[in-house]
C-alpha cells in the first residue's frame, strides 16, 4: 500500500498540472465545446420562443420576385411599417447600410422617416477590435465623434479589456441621424470555426455600445438598470452569467422560428389591401430580428444548431436571435470550472486505487468516470454547463498509469514468487498464487498437511564404486522423475538432501485431499524408478547398483509449521514439527 500511495499522488498532481497546461490551447478547449453543443442538442425543448422571431432575407426574393441585392430601402420601410402596426416589441436590422444604394431619393426618404417614426427600430454597425489593447492606452474610437446612443461605462466595476473599438464600419450619416438606435453585430468566431459566445457590446474609452441582443433585451424593459461585476450581469429581473471577456452564453434551448421575406411580403400586401393577414399574431408582442439568409448573400456561418439548416450552415443573425431568446427569459448558461470536479475525482481515484480490489475495483472505477458526464448533463437544464474533457483525458491518463503501475507490480511480483517458490512449487501453484496475490514473507502458519520423505537404499556403497560426475548424472535423472511427479500431484518440494527428497503437501496452496495426493505420489515414484531401472538396465556399462536401486519412502499426516525462515536477504520455504522429524525417521 506505501508503494501505492508513493506512486498515485505526485503522478496525479502532475498529470493534473499538465493537462491544465494543455487546456489552455483553444484547439483542446474545442472539445468542451463539443460537448456543450451536444447538450444543446440533447436538451432542446422543441418549442418555439415567444419573446424573438427571425425574417429572412431569402433567395425568393432574387430567383421568383427578380428583385437584386442590396434591396431598395422602400421594402425595409414597408416592413417596419407592417411590424409597428402588429404589435412588435422592436424590430433589429443585422444589415449594413454602409452606402446609399437605392436607385431613387424618395425610396430612402420613406425608410429614414419611417427609422425616425419608429423608435422601436435598431440599425447595425460593426466594430474592428482593438486585439493589441491592454488597458495602458486610451483609443479615440471613431464611435466618439458619431451620434450614436450610448452607456456611461459606469456601468462596469472594472475597465473591459476586450471588445475595444479601433475602427467602425457605421451606416451611411443620413441614416444615423435619422435613428441613432444603433447596435454591435459583433460575434466571436472559436477555433473550431462555431459562433456560440455573444458579447454584450463593444467599448471605446469612456463608453459602452451594446449588442443586439442587449438592444434588444434593453427595448423590452420600462427600466434598463443594469450594471456588470466581474463576470456577471446584474439587472432587476436577476443575473446574467458573464465569460471574462464580457461574452454571455446562450441555451439554445427554444426554437426561433425564421420567416422568409419573400412569403411575407405577399401576406403584407393582404394586410394592406384587407387589413389582416395569417402572419399578423406571430409578432404581436415579440422582438424581430431581419437579416440575409440567403446562400448567395454569404452571411452564413456555424454554431450549435446550425446541423439542422439544409446546409448545415446557418444565417448568423440566428445567433443574435438565440441571444435575444435567452436574454429575454433568462436563459444565459453559466460555464463552470471544472477543477474542483477534478480535484474530487482525484481523490476518489486515488482512495479506489489503493484500496479497492477486483471487480468491486472496476465498478468504482466505472461510477468515477461516467458520474461526470451524467452530472453535466443533469445540470444542463438548471443552465449550468460543466466540461468534462478535461477530466476525461486526465482520468484516461492517470488510469493508463495505474493499469502500467499494477502491471509492474505483478510482473516483479511474479518474478519474486518464482524466485522464491519456482524450484520447489508447479508452475499452476505460482499462477494461482499469483491470482490470490500470496506473497512472500518470513514467519509460518502451522496447518495439517501431509508429510513425504525418500531416500536410496544403501546410498553409500553407490558413492564408493561410482565417480562422483557419474553419480551426480544418475541422480539428476532420478531426481527429474520423482520431482516431476510429486509437482503434478501439488506437493511443495522443501529440498534435497544428499539422495533424499523431501516434501510436503497443503501448503502454501491448501490441498484438501493432501494425504491421498501423497500416497498416490509415493506409489507413482515407486513405479517410475522401475521404468527407471530398466531404462539403466539396457544401457552400456551401469553399475548393477544402479541397475537395481531401490528407494524407501516414509508417507505422514500431521500439524506441522510451514513458512519462509531464514532472513530478507535470503529465506527458504520450509517447514518444521514433530510432525517432520517422525516422518523423517520413518
Known sequence: ?????????????????????????????????????????????????????????????????????????????????????????????????????????????????????????????????????????????????????????????????YYRVREVILPYNTLIQANSQMASNNLPTMVDGKHRNIPLGVFDSDNFYPGLALSAWMKTQKKNDFSIHKMEAIHSKGT??????????????????????????????DFYQKGASKFDSKFQGKVVIIGPSAASLGDLGLNPLSYQEPHLKSPNMMVHAYGIDALLNNEVVNYKSSRLQIIVGLLLLSLIFIWGKGALHLILYSMVYFIPAIFSYNEFPALNFYPIFQWYIVLSIILLGVLIFEWYQKKQSSIFLIQTFGTYLSPDVIQEMEQLQVKPKLGGERIFGSILFTDIESFSSFSEELEPEQLIEYLNEYFQVMTTILLEEGATVDKFIGDAIVAFFGAPKPLVEHSYRALRAAQRMQEELGVLRQIWTDRVGVSDKIRNMQMRIGVHCGDFVVGNIGCDLRMNYTMIGDSVNLTARL
Not at 478547449?29 to 442538442?41: G, N
Open 240 to 269: 446574467w452569467a458573464l465569460s471574462s471577456r464580457h461574452e454571455f452564453l446562450p441555451s439554445y434551448r427554444h426554437h426561433v422560428e425564421r420567416l422568409p421575406l419573400s412569403i411575407l411580403r405577399n401576406e403584407m400586401v
Open 1 to 161: 500500500m506505501k508503494s501505492k500511495i508513493l506512486f498515485i499522488g505526485p503522478f496525479a498532481i502532475v498529470v493534473y498540472l499538465l493537462v491544465e497546461l494543455l487546456f489552455l490551447v483553444p484547439q483542446f478547449q474545442s472539445l468542451e465545446w463539443k460537448w456543450f453543443d451536444t447538450l444543446v442538442q440533447l436538451h432542446q425543448s422543441g418549442e418555439t420562443s415567444e419573446s424573438v422571431i427571425a425574417i429572412g432575407i431569402d433567395e425568393g426574393l432574387f430567383e421568383e420576385q427578380g428583385l437584386n441585392w442590396p434591396l431598395d430601402k422602400n421594402i425595409y420601410g414597408e416592413l417596419i411599417d407592417y411590424l409597428d402596426q402588429v404589435g412588435a416589441k422592436a424590430i433589429l436590422f443585422d444589415i449594413m447600410f454602409t452606402h446609399q444604394t437605392d436607385t431613387s431619393y424618395e425610396s430612402d426618404m420613406i425608410f429614414r422617416e419611417l427609422l425616425k417614426e419608429v423608435p422601436s427600430t435598431v440599425l447595425t454597425f460593426g466594430g474592428i477590435i482593438d486585439s493589441s489593447y491592454q488597458g495602458k492606452k486610451q483609443i479615440i474610437s471613431p464611435l466618439q465623434q458619431s451620434p450614436l446612443k450610448r452607456i456611461k461605462k459606469q456601468v462596469f466595476e472594472t475597465t473591459p479589456q
